[in-house]
T-cell receptor, first 109, second 114 residues
Framework: RKEVEQDPGPFNVPEGATVAFNCTYSNSASQSFFWYRQDCRKEPKLLMSVYSSGNEDGRFTAQLNRASQYISLLIRDSKLSDSATYLCVVNTGGFKTIFGAGTRLFVKA | EAGVTQSPTHLIKTRGQQATLRCSPISGHTSVYWYQQALGLGLQFLLWYDEGEERNRGNFPPRFSGRQFPNYSSELNVNALELEDSALYLC?????????????FGQGTRLTVV
């Protein structure tokens, strides 16, 4: 089993739709979690950190479920510019940061 | 302020040769991380350097090595290149070594082994 698993997609959604991605992790000692966004042929950039209490940034909401060992990203009112690959990142402390393979999202007009 | 810079942007080598990739972190960042992004495989952790020392390495053979210089810039060396080494190599830096803070990535070096 991979340490961090994501549904590779692609997710094809119309503008304005709500879309959610899940990411599961295998190490229960994992300490911090992030979502990164990677545009085609570009470097990954931090989208948001994921806190135990959940956090929201505009149209984006991130949740952490430690009991079931997954994190989620919800995008509301999708925009064309949201088309990208979304990478789940899990840090287990003492430096071991694992990136998921990414979920591709295509938002269409 | 300059971000993470990597050079070269593209590199073409033949099988068996050696490749050297370079990375300059953001000013003030002491930790540098190297990742390999092969097609369809996502980001695979290669190496972590902090304060000039190798702190951790991923599941890659010893022919992947590197170092960090006193100015915190870093080199990744890949010896005895194989076709499967063709990938985008990304360097990232962060302010703290635990990567609990945001990591900033360079634009990568695309290595092609023919």
């Amino acid at each position: 089993r991979k340490e961090v698993e994501q549904d590779p997609g692609p997710f094809n959604v119309p503008e304005g739709a709500t879309v959610a991605f899940n990411c599961t992790y295998s190490n229960s000692a994992s300490q911090s979690f992030f979502w990164y966004r990677q545009d085609c042929r570009k470097e990954p950039k931090l989208l948001m950190s994921v806190y135990s209490s959940g956090n929201e940034d505009g149209r984006f909401t991130a949740q952490l479920n430690r009991a079931s060992q997954y994190i989620s990203l919800l995008i509301r009112d999708s925009k064309l510019s949201d088309s990208a690959t979304y990478l789940c990142v899990v840090n287990t402390g003492g430096f071991k940061t694992i990136f998921g393979a990414g979920t591709r999202l295509f938002v269409k007009a | 302020e300059a971000g993470v810079t990597q050079s070269p942007t593209h590199l073409i080598k033949t099988r068996g040769q050696q490749a050297t990739l370079r990375c300059s972190p953001i000013s003030g960042h002491t930790s540098v991380y190297w990742y390999q992004q092969a097609l369809g495989l996502g980001l695979q952790f290669l190496l972590w350097y902090d304060e000039g020392e190798e702190r951790n390495r991923g599941n890659f053979p010893p022919r992947f090595s590197g170092r960090q210089f006193p100015n915190y810039s870093s080199e990744l060396n890949v010896n005895a290149l194989e076709l499967e080494d063709s990938a985008l190599y990304l360097c990232a830096s962060s302010l703290e070594g635990s990567m609990n803070t945001e990591a900033f990535f360079g634009q990568g070096t695309r290595l092609t082994v023919v």
